[in-house]
């Protein structure tokens, strides 16, 4: 006998977050609209009587669904779209440092690196867990309205901070006061940025992320390729107001599609009776608030340090070839790091089917081939990291080879580490999350305190920091703490 399932109903064109398909076929046992599903109750997955899944003749598992197909495809898209943002943005980054002399380009990168901090750092955790709010069986309403609400508030905040550390900043941007002021407004765009990212991975709308994701970084190459070609001896403040303006100008005009349900759902659990508020999303973001900090910290620190440390002329130019190395080491991060929320919806109903086992494995499988991979890592970046650094940003700009080696180690430890942590992010292990990270981060002060030299001593508390941090993740995914319950909010 086949599985029950729920009539599905068609989605409402223009209807916004509020209302969607349902789709609970993909979440195994009770389920809104079948006999003894108790309103207002979520039934935990113990209890929940399980239908056995057909298998074929051959008894090779289970086929594949429409639904699985059709978010495989969109993980796809996602990817694509990963790929080409990530070479933009490096050859961005190229332009610019084609542009600005080393010392310069050093400024910008501190710029670059804090901007990573105050954006990505501050509101991934909003993306995460607006996409995951949406994915969860019998989602609560005003998901998109209490996330926003919550970003604004952050992003406030962050002004006043930024603001505060002016003068601190003012150096370490080479005394550009407009650095600052772009740096301020970047706090603003990226609170509608990364809820709008959120709702529209949590919405299944992969290729519509995807392409605002290129569109962005199409955006960031012509403005810093028309800055180029047109003002004879640029600083470093006006390229910073590339990235302001790209990220307002892809990311703007979706948001208010959003805000005004103008975007059309795709699968998506059925809308519950529970209403999401501000307070809500913050009390799950302010555990992941902390993590993403101290994951941005960590693999954004050293670029801001070693030209912040730099003593003269010589020290701020062996400052820009590093962070031109360092930009360069961490490529597969730049395609693999905003793909991270995109795994959040696939794991999210992996666990609620109760596979937590299946996950154990996969995550002991990561950890193998991420420790060959970061042999290969220093392997390659010993032989040819220096020439792939003069190649891409110009010959003033190489590194030594055993310092591409080691930043390319890093690299991989730091790859662990986010592929762990969106495990424990969709196991609603939220304050696991920010132990992880802390521990790194705690390891990376310690090193930078104890290495006098002034690169290596960035270098080793990358390695270190991302090395600690990705096994005491590993550790927490695997210990028998036992799960919260995998409620709806």
């Known amino acids: 006998m086949p599985p029950v399932r729920a009539p599905e109903q068609p989605a409402a064109e223009g209807s916004g977050h509020d209302c969607g398909p349902v789709t609970d076929g993909r979440f195994r046992g009770v389920g809104p609209g079948t006999p003894g599903y108790p309103p207002g109750r979520v039934t935990p997955i113990s209890d929940v009587p399980q239908v056995p899944a057909r298998t074929s003749s051959a008894g090779r598992g289970r086929a594949l669904t429409p639904t699985t197909r059709s978010r495989t495809r969109s993980l796809g898209l996602v990817g694509l779209g990963i790929i080409g943002s990530g070479l933009l943005v490096n050859g961005y980054l190229a332009i610019i440092a084609r542009s600005l002399p080393?010392?310069?380009?050093?400024?910008?990168?501190?710029?670059?690196?804090?901007?990573?901090?105050?954006?990505?750092?501050?509101?991934?955790?909003?993306?995460?867990?607006?996409?995951?709010l949406m994915q969860v069986p019998d989602r609560p309403g005003r998901v998109l309205h209490a996330s926003l609400f919550t970003a604004l508030l952050l992003a406030a905040a962050?002004?006043?901070?930024?603001?505060?550390?002016?003068?601190?900043?003012?150096?370490?941007?080479?005394?550009e006061v407009w650095t600052i002021a772009a740096l301020a407004v970047l706090c603003i765009a990226s609170a509608g940025q990364f809820v709008m990212r959120g709702a529209l991975i949590g919405m299944d709308r992969m290729d519509r992320h995807a392409l605002v994701m290129l569109w962005d970084t199409v955006l960031r190459v012509a403005l810093a390729g028309a800055v180029a070609l047109l003002i004879a001896d640029p600083d470093s403040s006006i390229f910073a107001w590339t990235l302001v303006l790209a990220i307002l100008l892809a990311h703007g005009p979706q948001l208010?599609?959003?805000?005004?349900?103008?975007?059309?759902?795709?699968?998506?659990?059925?809308?519950?009776?529970?209403?999401?508020?501000?307070?809500?999303?913050?009390?799950?973001?302010?555990?992941?608030?902390?993590?993403?900090?101290c994951a941005q910290l960590l693999l954004n620190g050293p670029p801001i340090l070693v030209p912040l440390l730099a003593r003269d002329l010589a020290q701020a130019d062996m400052a820009g070839r590093f962070v031109a190395g360092y930009t360069l080491a961490r490529i597969p991060l730049f395609l693999m790091v905003p793909l991270q929320t995109a795994l959040l919806p696939v794991l999210t109903r992996l666990l609620h089917g109760g596979d937590r086992a299946v996950l154990r494995k996969v995550t002991l499988r990561l950890s193998a081939g991420l420790l060959a991979l970061a042999v290969v890592a220093f392997g390659l970046g010993y032989a040819i990291g220096p020439w792939l650094v003069g190649l891409v940003f110009g010959q003033g700009y190489r590194l030594g080879a055993f310092d591409m080696a080691l930043l390319s180690v890093g690299v991989a430890a730091y790859l662990g580490m986010v592929l762990v942590t969106q495990v424990l992010v969709a196991s609603v292990r939220h304050s696991h999350v920010a132990w992880a990270w802390l521990s790194g981060v705690v390891v990376a002060v310690v090193t930078v305190l104890v290495v006098p030299d002034l690169l290596l001593s960035a270098e080793l508390a990358f390695v270190l920091g991302s090395t600690v941090g990705w096994v005491v993740g590993t550790v927490l995914m695997l210990s028998r703490t036992r799960n919260r319950e995998l409620t709806r909010v």
Do not use: C, H, K, N
Not at 278 to 292: K, N
């Open 102 to 132: 080393a010392a310069e380009y050093a400024y910008f990168g501190a710029f670059w690196s804090i901007a990573l901090v105050v954006g990505f750092g501050v509101f991934l955790p909003i993306e995460q867990e607006t996409a995951r």
């Open 158 to 175: 962050e002004v006043v901070v930024v603001l505060a550390l002016s003068p601190v900043l003012v150096r370490a941007f080479g005394g």
């Open 256 to 293: 208010l599609a959003l805000a005004r349900r103008r975007t059309r759902m795709g699968s998506v659990p059925d809308l519950g009776d529970a209403t999401m508020t501000p307070r809500g999303v913050r009390r799950a973001v302010l555990p992941l608030l902390l993590g993403s900090l």
